[in-house]
Every structure is written in C-alpha cells, then in structure tokens.
C-alpha cells in the first residue's frame, strides 16, 4: 500500500491520521473527528504529533489503551527510516550537546543534540522530513548527522533547560575567570574559601541551583549529591536507591552552588572545616511543599553536600504502600496502639525507618493524643505533632530532650534514635510511667535490637518490662510494571533465599528486562521487607542478661517470626520483586 505521508516538508494531520487507519493503529470514525489544524499552543501551534497524542484515541495495536506518543514515534520511525528516541536527560552530556549549536539555531528548527561523539553527532527532531537545517549545520560541524525522532513538546522543553543551565554555568565560570582563578593545590583548597571568587548569590548560580531542585523532582530523586574534585565537580542523584551521575561542574562553581544551599539552609556559609547540618523548604513543580534536609562534609577539594529529599506525602501513605501487609501489618499496628511500651524499628541509614515511623504516627495522632518527639534533625515538619530537635551547642540531647518531654503531658513520644545508656533509661522510664516510646536502633535485624540494648547496660528485666516489639526493615526495588513478564525461577537463588525453611517455590516469578520508563533498569519505586518480633510468651521469659543471640533468633523463628529474607520471598512471591534484589538488600539467616 502506498504511504499517505508526504515525504518532504512538516507533518501533515491529515496524512498521518490517513495512514495510522491504513495502518490499523487508530479507527476511522476517531479520526475523523480530529481537527485538520492542531490549536494554539500558548504562542505556538502545537506539534502535529502532540495534538494528536493529547486526543487520547484508541490504540487498536495495544487493545484496551490509547495512543501514546512511544508508540506514535515507532510507527513513524518505520516510514521514515529513523530511530524513534525518548529522551532521558540523566544519559545526556549536557555542556556537549549545548556546544553543537546556538539555542537561537536550535528553537528555529525545534531540534537538539542529545548525543555527541567523534564519529557522529546526533540529533532529535520531530519534523523527520524536514531537512534544510542540515547542511548548514553539517558544514560547521565537520561530521556526520544522525537523526533520531523524539516527542517535540520533550525537544521544546529541554532545550530550554539545556542551554539556560549551559548559559548559567559559562556565565558562573566567566565571572569567576576574571576575577582569577584559586590554587587547586589541597592544602590550599581546604582553608581557603572561594566564594570571595563568586558570588553565592550571583544570577548565574541562582539559576543552577533553582535548576538542580526542580530537576531532582522531576527525576524523583531521593537524594542530591554534590561532590568536588579537583578540576571538576560531580553531581549526582539517588533514585530507587541508584546513584546517577548527572552534571559535571567547574570547581569553583560548585563551590558556589555549595555557599549558596548553605544560604537557604540558614548554615554558616564562611564555616568550610567542620560538618554542618541544616534545612530548607521549597514546592516541587505541582506546588506542594518539599522539605530537603542538608549536610555538609569537608574533604580534600572542598565542601561536599548532600540533599535528602522528603517528599510531605510519604506521611499520608498507607501502610499497604509501604508494603507492610497482612499479618505483619496486624502485628504492627498492634504494637503501635498499645497504651504503654517502648516499639523499636531498626535497619542502617536509607532502609526507610523515618518513613516507618512518620507513617505510623501521623496514624495514631488523633486529636485525643499528644504526639510529642525529640529528633537529630527534625525530618519532616508536622502540623499533628510537637517536635523538638536536639541541640548539642546547648547540651539538649536526647536524654535531655525525652526528661524534658515527660513534662509536656505526652500520651506517644518519638526517639528519633536511641544511641546510648541515658536515652535508654530515659524511654524505660516514659514507657514504665504510662507512655507509648517509639524510636529507632541500627541493628542488623530485629533480635540484635535485644542485644544491643543489653550491651547498652539496659537491665534485662527492664527489657521484659518495657519492650512490646522491634521491626526490622530493609527496602527492595519493585519490578517496573511496564514491562514486567514472566520469567523461569532460578532454583539455586530460591533456595540460598529461603534457607533454614523448606518453602515450596511459587508457580511463576517474574523480572522485567528494563524499558523507557525504568531506564532500562527494571525497576520503578521501591517498598520495605519487615521482620517483626514480639515481645510475648516464650520470648519475654527467654530474655536474661547472658541471652545468645542465636539462640533469640532460633526461638523467635520458632514461634513464628518471619525473616526480612523470608518477607522478601512472600514478595517474590506476588510478583512485586526478584529473588536476586531480595538477596541484595536482607541479611542472611544466621542461626549458628
């Protein structure tokens, strides 16, 4: 069949709607009640390929979904010979990319670079039979042009961003070439401010660091590192808990960016030669508030600094987002409900405690109840709680800050972490005074949390006393639901994942092979495996200050506790996860 698609000059809709029906993408009736014309788009006419994309019309290749503009893309690139592209600007290098043309040049065309190599040079376009760009730019370049496909309306924004980021950091750079440039010899570097070479506040670096933030939420970052080297800096961000590497910045204009976060974080910004903590709010694209908390660290080139994310809404999320479900869920909320005792989460930094204990307490703190925490540093602020933060200039430490707290008539305290002898004495006083504790320990799993409070010099009998329960988490990427499928079970992993039980396999697992959405990755998101341990019947009366930790576990197991490794089997199981990112992330079962 001839192809309706005129092969020169820009998309028609008329063609293409022809031809998607010719085709059997999309029906003729739904085509026909298309405009011939795309409205106005703000200043502009919108792309052909979005207005048609926006129409939402029925895929007939995919049954039961509507034309996206992927697919859209990889039916064109089959009549017009080129590769269809999603960009994804954590894989974009992007000072190269800015270099290869001028922004003017480059929103003339609705065109952009998005890879640059010494063989080629490749181009995304939405026009894909549009060519009289090339030979201009083919002449300046001096090297081949390989042109992709990508959504326009993509092109559009990332062209902006590109080259206002490119203009903001030569900008940065320039300013700080004129004034002269600092040694990078270390020593130098590590008493030596920069920012007397440029301005935290300068336009230039405002621009980048309001750039960084909104392109951290966009990229659902959990995490923003700045990191200096000696020429360049590195930043990168942690999403589902993967490092990617995400810009390359001049030295002295990531200490600039660096002065700057400490401005907003209310930190000293002239103090580079300790470790510092502060905090800022802001609102992510959709206008609701983000807090991000800040922490410094001196190291051999300068400053590095890390942002942790956390986004208000994690505190409305329900315990079945967190993956905390069925029987374990029962147990929990039991815990957490009890009038009096102390509940214990453990796991290692980043295994989603905070998350946890927010969660669990924007729960229980009903307008009856005085939810009352003493935090290093307050995580999130929350309008249903008091919270206070410890304070070492002034001697306020978690000791101080629980002996204090007992004196506001709270039902819940929060310990935001129990790190030693006085803080565990003081949360066994308020749970033998009639209040509900709450706090965190960093063990490997939940019967270390016993042992580590007897290595405190916590009495058994207090524990006995005092202790309801502790969970132990840690947190496992989940399968990217685009393009998860079933796969055949490795009986070898299953086997190492289950030990000491003999758990029959399930009939059918799955993994996903990585797509556009997932970056190729498989995964998309991540929830927490739990280990939870009561503290009732055999295992109270077991506890004594000789108490091995092997045998706490074997009993424990017997009376039914099941292991972070077995929770994570149960998600196998459900197709949430794999058997290899569950023996990643859980500790094995050590009852030797």
């Known amino acids: 069949?001839?192809?309706?698609?005129?092969?020169?000059?820009?998309?028609?809709?008329?063609?293409?709607?022809?031809?998607?029906?010719?085709?059997?993408?999309?029906d003729a009736s739904s085509a026909k009640r298309l405009r011939i014309s795309p409205p106005r788009n703000g200043d502009k006419i919108q792309h052909v390929l979005n207005y048609i994309v926006s129409e939402q019309l029925a895929?007939?290749?995919?049954?039961?979904?509507?034309?996206?503009?992927?697919?859209?893309?990889?039916?064109?690139?089959?009549?017009?010979?080129?590769?269809?592209?999603?960009?994804?600007?954590?894989?974009?290098?992007?000072?190269a990319v800015t270099e290869v043309m001028s922004f003017a040049f480059a929103q003339r065309h609705r065109i952009l670079a998005v890879a640059v190599n010494p063989k080629e040079v490749v181009v995304a376009g939405g026009e894909p039979f549009v060519t009289a760009w090339e030979s201009d730019l083919q002449q300046v370049l001096r090297r081949p042009i390989r042109r992709v496909l990508a959504d326009p309306e993509a092109i559009d924004r990332f062209t902006v961003e590109f080259y206002s980021l490119?203009?903001?950091?030569?900008?940065?750079?320039?300013?700080?070439?004129?004034r002269g440039n600092a040694s990078n010899n270390l020593e130098q570097l590590l008493e030596i401010s920069n920012l007397k070479d440029l301005d935290a506040n300068d336009g230039h670096v405002v621009n980048i660091v309001d750039w960084l933030l909104q392109y951290a939420y966009d990229q659902r970052a959990s995490d923003i590192h700045i990191e200096p080297r000696r020429e360049q800096g590195n930043v990168r961000f942690r999403i589902d808990g993967v490092l990617y590497n995400v810009y390359e910045l001049p030295a002295t204009v990531l200490t600039a960016v660096v002065s700057r976060l400490k401005i907003l974080g209310r930190m000293d910004v002239a103090e580079k030669r300790r470790p510092q903590d502060g905090r800022l709010k802001t609102k992510n694209p959709g206008g609701a508030e983000i807090e991000l908390r800040l922490s410094t660290l001196p190291t051999a080139f300068g400053e590095k600094m890390v942002m942790r994310i956390f986004d208000p809404e994690v505190l409305l999320r329900s315990f079945d987002e967190l993956g905390l479900r069925g029987e374990d869920r029962q147990r929990w909320d039991g815990m957490i409900r009890s009038a009096h005792g102390i509940v214990l989460v453990t796991g290692p930094t980043g295994s989603g405690k905070t998350t946890t204990l927010y969660s669990s307490l924007k729960q229980i703190a009903t307008s009856?109840?005085?939810?009352?925490?003493?935090?290093d540093p307050i995580e999130m602020v929350e309008d249903a709680f008091n919270q206070m933060q410890v304070q070492h200039n002034i001697n306020l430490d978690f000791a101080g800050g629980v002996r204090a707290l007992l004196r506001q008539d709270p039902d819940i305290i929060m310990i935001g972490e129990i790190r030693d002898l006085e803080t565990a004495e003081m949360a066994i006083q308020a749970a033998l005074t009639g209040h509900l504790v709450i706090s965190t320990l960093h063990t490997n799993d939940a019967p270390s949390a016993v042992t580590r409070l007897l290595e405190l010099g916590v009495p058994a009998y207090l524990i006995r006393a005092t202790v309801l329960g502790v969970m132990a988490q840690r947190l496992v990427r989940t399968?990217?639901?685009?393009?998860?499928?079933?796969?055949?079970?490795?009986?070898?992993?299953?086997?190492?994942?289950?030990?000491?039980?003999?758990?029959?396999?399930?009939?059918?697992?799955?993994?996903?092979p990585g797509?556009?959405?997932?970056?190729?990755?498989?995964?998309?998101?991540?929830?927490?495996?739990?280990?939870?341990?009561?503290?009732?019947?055999?295992?109270?009366?077991?506890?004594?200050?000789?108490?091995?930790?092997?045998?706490?576990?074997?009993?424990?197991?017997?009376?039914?506790?099941?292991?972070?490794?077995?929770?994570?089997?149960?998600?196998v199981a459900r197709g949430e996860t794999t058997v290899a990112e569950v023996l990643r992330v859980a500790p094995p079962v050590q009852t030797q």
């Open 1 to 26: 069949m001839q192809s309706q698609i005129t092969k020169t000059g820009p998309l028609e809709t008329g063609a293409l709607l022809r031809q998607l029906v010719a085709d059997g993408i999309i």
């Open 166 to 178: 490119a203009k903001s950091v030569r900008g940065a750079s320039g300013d700080n070439s004129r």
């Open 368 to 375: 009856e109840v005085n939810v009352c925490t003493i935090e």
């Open 479 to 512: 399968l990217c639901p685009h393009c998860k499928e079933a796969t055949t079970l490795n009986e070898t992993e299953w086997t190492t994942l289950t030990t000491p039980w003999k758990v029959a396999p399930p009939k059918q697992v799955f993994h996903a």
């Open 515 to 571: 797509c556009l959405e997932c970056r190729n990755t498989g995964f998309h998101g991540r929830q927490g495996i739990y280990e939870i341990l009561p503290m009732e019947g055999s295992i109270q009366s077991a506890i004594g200050d000789d108490i091995e930790l092997d045998n706490l576990r074997r009993l424990a197991m017997k009376n039914g506790m099941r292991t972070l490794r077995l929770s994570g089997a149960q998600k």
């Open 59 to 95: 895929d007939l290749s995919r049954h039961g979904r509507t034309l996206n503009m992927d697919t859209l893309l990889e039916w064109l690139a089959g009549h017009c010979g080129q590769e269809a592209m999603r960009i994804d600007p954590l894989k974009i290098d992007v000072p």
